[in-house]
Each structure stands twice: as C-alpha cells, then as structure tokens.
C-alpha cells in the first residue's frame, strides 16, 4: 500500500502546506518535523515559483521570499532527499507547469521518485493537457493530483474515472486563502466524484478553522490548509514550529 492510501486509512487526513524555504529552509525543516509529529497525514510542499497563479497574496509573498533567499528547484530536491529520513507521512510537491518544464519534465518526475515524494499537483494543467507529465509519472510510480472546481460540472466525472492518490477539491472560486465561510455546495460534488471512483477526496481553499475542518470534512475525506498555516509562520517567527503544531493537532483532532 502506498503513503498516500495509508493517509486516508484511519479517519479523515488533514494535509497542511508549507512553502519550502519561507523564511529559511532550517525552519522549514523544523516546521514539518513539527506537522509530521503533530498529526499530518500528508504534507504538501510548495516549490517558489515567480508567478504561482493559483494563489492568494499569503502564498504569492511566501514564494517571493523563498526565492529571494536563494531556492532553486535543485536545493528543494536536496531538502526533500533529507526531509524523506525524518519523517515517514506522506510528501506532495505543489508546483507549476513552467518549474517541470524548465527542469527538464522526466528529469524532474524522476528526481521526485529517487527523493520520496509521492504525488505532484501542478494547478495551472487543465485536465485535457495531462499528457504533457503524466507518462512520466506512470513511469516513475509518482500520482498525478487532479484538481475538481466547483465549475468542472460535467468534467467532474472524466476526471475522478481517471484520479489516483487523491482528487484535490477547490472549495470556492478565485485562489487560495482563508474564508470566513465556504458557500459551495461541496457535498454535491464530492457525490458526484464518488458515484465514479473510491479514490479520496480531499477539500482545499480557504479552510482555516477547526470548525470549518470539521465541517468540511464531514462531506471529505480530507482537509488541505496553506495560507493559515503561512500566516502563522511569520505571526510567530521563532515560535512558529510549535505554535503550527499545536495547530495541525487541533485541525486533525476536530476532523476525527
């Protein structure tokens, strides 16, 4: 069984995201040895990029700061390789079309095989230009996340028939960051999604709370939280690792 399934094995997954670097990669490192410890069941890693157009201003800074301190997609191999021997959940790259392509697109694809991560989410690939990454990833053994927004409609179902690892549900429209409420009908959809696969689901954009968590995971198999956890970071500086691990518990704790 791989990572991925054994995250959604008991009860539902809380996957939390950092992005890798912001401030520094030391307190990176510390940061998801903190989430890992804490109760994450997957965590997705950001890889800066200049022009991340799926994401709020929370996460756009975060990238901008990383890449100012010197991130490159070789360190962030490198950090996953050393990431992989301390912790045992599961580990997604959250990353956009032009980082692949730039890299090298097998180049890359095989790189995240040999450092341990198990998944890849790229949110600027629409579902029908897959093909640019996906043999590479049957390759390699790495799950490629497809995205389902509450505008897929029709799409929903072509996309869950071919989903592995987990489908990544879009709570609201526009880009990430946390909402005061999410108004979407999300139980209709993740409906839709399972009348045609057992592959989980997991709820992203905007969820900040316990009780949104708890909330949105009655209708999921999991909740995928970035910008809050950003914000804390840089609201409590050296404080940070422990103040989101006392997070990510409480997260997982209203969830289950």
């Known amino acids: 069984m791989s990572r991925i399934s054994d995250a959604f ?8 995201f950092i992005t890798l670097g ?5 307190t990176t490192e510390k940061i998801i040895i903190e989430m890992a ?14 022009d991340p157009t799926a994401e709020g201003p929370v996460i756009q800074e975060a990238n901008l700061r990383a890449l100012k301190g ?12 050393k ?16 980082v692949i392509f730039s890299y090298g697109s097998e ?8 450092v341990g991560i198990d998944a890849i989410i790229v949110p600027d690939v629409p579902f029908e230009e897959r093909e640019e990454f996906l043999p590479y990833c049957e390759k390699y053994g790495i799950d490629f996340i497809y995205l389902i927004a509450p505008t897929s409609n029709e799409r929903i179902k072509m996309i869950a028939k071919e989903a592995k690892g987990f489908i990544y549900v879009v709570s609201s429209l526009g880009v990430t960051g946390v909402r005061s409420s ?7 959809i993740v409906k839709s999604i399972k009348e045609e696969t057992d592959v989980p689901c997991a709820i992203g954009f905007g969820i900040q709370t316990p009780d949104q968590a708890k909330e949105m995971s009655k209708s ?10 950003i914000k804390l970071l840089h609201e409590n500086e050296a404080e940070a690792p422990s103040v989101i691990g006392k997070y990510v518990k409480e997260m997982k704790e209203a969830m289950n």
Do not use: H, Q
């Open 22 to 26: 912001d401030p520094d990669l030391d």
């Open 9 to 16: 094995k008991n009860g539902k997954a809380f996957i939390p």
């Open 220 to 229: 999921s198999d999991g909740v995928i939280v970035g910008s809050k956890i």
């Open 70 to 81: 010197g991130i490159n997609t070789d360190k962030v191999f490198e950090f996953t390789k």
């Open 37 to 50: 410890k804490n109760g994450a069941d997957i965590i997705e890693l950001g890889i800066p990029f200049s």
């Open 182 to 188: 999410i108004t979407t009908d999300i139980s209709s």
């Open 83 to 98: 990431i992989r021997s301390l912790v045992n959940v599961s580990l997604v790259y959250m990353t956009y079309a032009n």
């Open 107 to 114: 180049k890359f694809i095989s790189k995240c095989k040999e």
